[in-house]
């Protein structure tokens, strides 16, 4: 039937429950797709009643960790939803004190994809990259400053998905959808947009030189546009 859950304790218990098959996915004992006990074994195996039981799977089930089927059992799910992620990511963001907090968090983030970038990338998502920083510029000519917004964004989703990871790019995901929200005010003026635009080359002159040791002051740079 597969591996055994510790009891739980009495306080929390719908918290002790999904603590408990949350760690045991997590540690591989269930990995994707499969079968969890029935209600009736779990509910020996925690010392729990059904209703605490019921509870914490509705809990699970709406995170997206657990898919239950009916007249069939509770699965563990083959992909994550991505509201999981958003809504830790979403929690974790706004819970920084600062904007320099969060800026440090840009910087780190951002490094890291371009260094997988670098490794990942094709010719293909190359030359999309470039087009996407031409369009930029060209909007800018015409003060379309809302459409080039959406192209600073898409250039940074189009980078995240070069990285080539499908948890790396779910993540990044959720992480720059938010800072979006965060970063949209400084984007209002033609002079600020316009040095978004020319430190968007400056990253893809990296990636393409495979310069590792001027991605640190690149991102640098680049980000000095978002600062108040």
């Not at 994809?113 to 470039?130: D, G, S």
Request: proline fraction near 2%; hydrophobic fraction near 40%; aromatic fraction near 8%.
């Amino acid at each position: 039937m597969g591996e055994k859950f510790a009891p739980v304790k009495k306080e929390n218990v719908v918290d002790q429950i999904i603590n408990a098959i949350t760690d045991s996915i997590v540690a591989g004992k269930y990995k994707a797709g499969m079968k969890l006990p029935n209600e009736y074994e779990l509910i020996q195996e925690f010392h729990v009643s059904r209703n605490s039981l019921r509870e914490a799977m509705k809990i699970l089930s709406a995170m997206g960790i657990v898919e239950i089927r009916r007249g069939d059992g509770t699965y563990v799910c083959s992909e994550v939803k991505p509201s999981l992620f958003d809504n830790a990511v979403f929690g974790i963001v706004y819970g920084m004190s600062t904007d320099a907090e969060l800026l440090e968090l840009r910087q780190i983030i951002d490094e890291e994809i371009v260094r997988l970038a670098m490794e990942k990338i094709t010719p293909q998502e190359i030359r999309a990259l470039y087009e996407n920083i031409e369009q930029m510029e060209e909007t800018l000519k015409d003060g379309q400053y809302e459409q080039a917004e959406k192209l600073d964004f898409s250039f940074h989703q189009m980078l995240i998905n070069a990285c080539q990871n499908r948890f790396f790019i779910r993540i990044m995901q959720g992480v720059y959808s938010i800072f979006e929200k965060s970063i949209i005010n400084t984007m209002e003026y033609e002079k600020e947009m316009t040095r978004c635009a020319y430190h968007h080359r400056k990253i893809m002159e990296c990636i393409e030189k495979k310069d590792q040791g001027s991605i640190a002051r690149v991102i640098a740079d680049s980000l000095s546009t978002w600062k108040k």
